[in-house]
């Protein structure tokens, strides 16, 4: 305390005070001539132009001034030599090193104790900072009128401080009429609550992101927007207030409702060619069923071979129907969550067998093969279905394989699962329609336009192995043949 008071005591003369101010002083202190010879030139100067005081002092100033602005020196010295100051005068001057530095120039005459001017004064700023943040608030500022997002910010209390076009286009209010405001002018009555719950997460230095909100217009329409809210954040580190960018999300909402609309417009007529599916089947299954039965008895009364024959084939076509209504039944069950699936202990070897056998009763050319080790093996489901499952499979491995008549089924206990393939030699299904194979309707379009079907067979079937806990899937090569194979836990 007592150094400092002594330090003052000694600065009390003036020109000491004057000088230390020099020398410390923040910004370039330089005097000159009015020739415009430099007489003094302080540490700051050094630093702002590169220059030692060794190197300029008794040197012209044009030293450092760029060769366009020559001339500016002359005005100078003529406002100077009249007795003027010239302020804040904006100009470029050059570095040691060449590069120019934006500069603000104070500049006051020097007078001699009889009162004439023998010279001047400058006091130049170093201005790059100040630029650079002038030009990046251009750009910001650009960038918030060209956006078509509302960006508005606001106190801590609520009350507008910006408004930008966008929010001018979006709520009909001009900046003028909301700055000064408070926010809750474009906020619906019904909605007051949000802007405490906004404000309150704003205090906490929080960001509100993608807010799906509504605000009301100044014509009292109501526009859907998308809000997100940041801190404003002073020097200090203090939150001082909210930004909001609000985007209009009219036209998204639009399309999600148009979406949801046409999504149920498709889920009604589905449901309609479901309803009808199943109605069409139940009506064609009961005459079906009687022409059926009035061809088993015709089969006993008659005895003519080409007739036998003719009634066989009747038969054998009136079958295919009643399965195919069967299975479009089964897709309307599915539909409608109520395809039952049975849970008895059954050998699963009896019905693969069983199903082999009543494939090659009616294709008596083909030669269908097991490979199994296993005679007997007992898991829990619905035996009907998964020989349903297995007829399917080998149907489909003759329709397409017309070339072949050689099929092989294979059966093995792996692990607790058992595990089934049914293996052709017929024209395959490229790597990239494997997947689609199992969905409803779906049908590999170029390679069996010649094969009638529905495509419903393995949709059904990997629902069936589904409710058994089980996986269906293809192994295929175009061209060489098809394994499906299916697994049901034992
Ligand atoms: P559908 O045979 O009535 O068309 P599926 O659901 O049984 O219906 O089969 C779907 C599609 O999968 C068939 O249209 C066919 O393109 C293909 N596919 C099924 N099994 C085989 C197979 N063994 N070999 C080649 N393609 C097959």
């Keep these: 305390m007592e150094n400092k008071t002594k330090e003052f005591d000694f600065l009390e003369n003036k020109n000491e005070l004057l000088n230390a101010i020099i020398e410390f002083s ?13 007489t003094s030139w302080n540490p700051a100067a050094i630093k702002l132009f590169g220059y030692t005081e060794a190197e300029t002092v008794g040197k012209h100033i044009s030293l450092i001034i760029p060769s366009d602005r020559k001339e500016e020196e002359d ?3 003529g406002q100077v030599s009249s007795g003027n100051k010239i302020d804040h005068f904006e100009t470029v001057r050059q570095h040691k090193d060449g590069t120019k530095i934006p500069i ?3 500049i006051s005459p020097i007078r001699n104790k009889d009162g004439k001017i023998i010279g ?3 006091i130049a700023r170093d201005i790059t900072e100040r630029n650079e943040l002038t030009e990046k608030q251009a750009i910001l500022v650009a960038i918030v009128d060209s956006s078509d997002d509302t960006i508005l ?8 401080t910006s408004w930008n076009k966008a929010a001018e ?5 001009s900046e003028e009429e909301t700055k000064g405001k408070h926010i809750t002018l474009i906020i619906p009555y019904e909605r007051l609550a949000e802007e405490n719950f906004i404000i309150s997460e704003i205090k906490k230095g929080n960001k509100v992101a993608h807010f799906k909100t509504e605000r009301v217009a100044k014509d009292g329409t109501l526009v859907p927007i998308s809000l997100s809210i940041s801190p404003i954040v002073d020097s200090y580190g203090k939150i001082i207030g909210a930004s909001k960018i609000a985007r209009n999300i009219s036209v998204e909402q639009a399309n999600i409702a148009e979406k949801e609309r046409l999504y149920e417009q498709a889920k009604n007529l589905s449901d309609k060619k479901d309803e009808f599916i199943s109605l069409a089947s139940h009506e064609l299954k009961t005459p079906l069923t009687s022409i059926n039965g009035y061809l088993q008895i015709l089969n006993r009364m008659i005895h003519d071979e080409k007739a036998q024959q003719f009634l066989n084939k009747s038969q054998k076509q009136v079958k295919n129907l009643i399965d195919l209504i069967g299975d479009l039944l089964d897709i309307s069950k599915i539909e409608a969550g109520k395809l039952t699936i049975a849970n008895d202990k059954f050998n699963i070897c009896e019905v693969i067998n069983d199903a082999m056998e009543l494939i090659v009763n009616s294709n008596p050319d083909y030669e269908i093969s097991i490979q199994s080790d296993v005679k007997e093996l007992f898991i829990s489901g619905d035996a009907h279905r998964i020989q349903q499952v297995v007829l399917n499979l080998l149907t489909n491995a ?7 008549k050689k099929i092989i089924v294979s059966l093995q206990k792996n692990g607790n699962e058992v595990k089934i393939g049914i ?3 017929g024209i395959g299904i490229a790597k990239d329609k494997q997947e689609n194979i199992f969905s409803r309707y779906y049908r590999v379009d170029n390679t069996n336009a010649y094969i009638s079907g529905l495509g419903i067979g393995l949709f059904l079937a990997k629902e069936i192995i589904n409710r058994h806990n089980g996986m269906i899937w293809v192994e295929s090569d175009y061209g060489k043949g098809s394994v499906f194979w299916f697994t049901i836990p034992i």
Excluded: C, H, N, V
């Design 26 to 38: 923040e910004d370039a202190i330089i005097s000159k001539t009015l020739q415009g010879i430099i």
């Design 169 to 173: 286009r979006m709520f009909g209010y």
């Design 75 to 77: 005005f100078i010295i």
């Design 153 to 160: 910010s606001k106190t801590l209390e609520g009350i507008i």
């Design 104 to 106: 603000s120039l104070s």
């Design 120 to 122: 001047a004064s400058k």
């Design 398 to 404: 003759i329709r397409y394989a017309s070339d072949s």
């Design 423 to 425: 293996r052709d030699f």
